[in-house]
């Protein structure tokens, strides 16, 4: 059985930092590209950041400079570091895996609010 648990989320002032982990089970982490979507109320689904089994990373422009994905296969984990946090930022976070299958988290809230 796959899972994928987020943790980390929380409230957060604005111009605060939080970092998000996602640890994973059931797969053989190291094949799978992972990713970090988020969904703000009212907002389309959208996709942070990536970075595939070949260690390849991709941002949003919005993240671009102040969020870091890396991820770390002894662990069957992957980070999302936040920094410089800002109000819309507040979302659903939730993180995915995908090589033979896509697999979702179930999310975790992260609140940017003064």
């Known amino acids: 059985q796959v899972q994928l648990v987020e943790s980390g989320g929380g409230l957060v002032q604005p111009g605060g930092s939080l970092r998000l982990s996602c640890a994973a089970s059931?797969?053989?982490?190291?094949?799978?590209?992972m990713g970090w979507y988020r969904q703000a109320p009212g907002k389309q689904l959208e996709l942070v950041a990536g970075i595939t089994n070949g260690g390849r990373i991709d941002y949003a422009d919005s993240v671009k400079g102040r969020f870091t994905i890396s991820r770390d296969n002894a662990k069957n984990t992957v980070y999302l570091q936040m920094n410089s946090l800002k109000p819309e930022d507040t979302a659903v976070y939730s993180c995915?895996?995908?090589?033979?299958?896509?697999?979702w988290g179930q999310g975790t809230q992260v609140t940017v609010s003064s």
């Open positions: 059931g797969i053989i982490f190291s094949r799978y590209h």
């Open positions: 995915t895996a995908r090589y033979r299958g896509d697999y």
